[in-house]
Antibody, heavy 117, light 110 residues
Framework: QVQLVQSGAEVKKPGASVKVSCKASGYTFTSYGISWVRQAPGQGLEWMGWISAYNGNTNYAQKLQGRVTMTTDTSTSTAYMELRSLRSDDTAVYYC??????????WGQGTLVTVSS | QSALTQPPSASGSPGQSVTISCTGTSSDVGGYNYVSWYQQHPGKAPKLMIYEVSKRPSGVPDRFSGSKSGNTASLTVSGLQAEDEADYYCSSYAGSNNRVFGTGTKVTVL
């Protein structure tokens, strides 16, 4: 079955960077994109962007431009999301999902990133 | 890109129906038939319930249905069951490879 498994929880200090991984299985990795969505505690879902696993093309949410980088490693069917210059309001659960124009499905289990001094 | 507007809450008794609205603009909901709906239980990852406005993925009960009129999409849950109590989010393609989510609606089964 299609499955996305994310890396474990992280605790970072303000100004640091975090890199979350998302390993896909059960489908042809390069036939879809990977989207990233985050959810701050008690808040709604926020679209961060997506990457084409076929050619590496990316599209990032405007508010994260310059701080986020999404990459893929097709040899291991793994996607990565790196967020730099972390602030306290970056504290959130970060989700990856298999992405196509129609929808994001399925989703990974989520990775809690806590930014605290 | 502004979030799509959803009512904060909705409720119904078991067996009743509840409809959640999702209002955007002609640049997102009104401009494309790429509206999807997600169900999220506390502490869990979102689950796709509806895609392309009204299509149901395999395994999603036919109690869930979607529609769209102009800049507003809707999700209807018929025959409410206890396990339908969750947060629901709409999402729409917004052009230029961007997507936007709704503000979320908490559905309570009374």
């Amino acid at each position: 079955q299609v499955q996305l498994v994310q890396s474990g929880a992280e605790v970072k200090k303000p100004g640091a960077s975090v890199k979350v991984s998302c390993k896909a299985s059960g489908y042809t990795f390069t036939s879809y994109g990977i989207s990233w969505v985050r959810q701050a505690p008690g808040q709604g879902l926020e679209w961060m962007g997506w990457i084409s696993a076929y050619n590496g093309n990316t599209n990032y949410a405007q508010k994260l431009q310059g701080r986020v980088t999404m990459t893929t490693d097709t040899s291991t069917s793994t996607a990565y999301m790196e967020l730099r210059s972390l602030r306290s309001d970056d504290t959130a659960v970060y989700y990856c999902a298999r992405y196509s124009l129609t929808a994001s499905d399925p989703w990974g289990q989520g990775t809690l990133v806590t930014v605290s001094s | 890109q502004s979030a799509l507007t959803q009512p904060p809450s909705a409720s119904g008794s078991p067996g009743q129906s509840v409809t959640i609205s999702c209002t955007g603009t002609s640049s997102d909901v009104g401009g494309y038939n790429y509206v999807s709906w997600y169900q999220q239980h506390p502490g869990k990852a979102p689950k796709l319930m509806i895609y392309e406005v009204s299509k149901r993925p395999s395994g999603v009960p036919d109690r869930f249905s979607g529609s769209k009129s102009g800049n507003t999409a809707s999700l209807t849950v018929s025959g409410l069951q206890a396990e339908d109590e969750a947060d629901y989010y709409c999402s729409s393609y917004a052009g230029s490879n961007n997507r936007v989510f709704g503000t979320g609606t908490k559905v309570t089964v009374l």
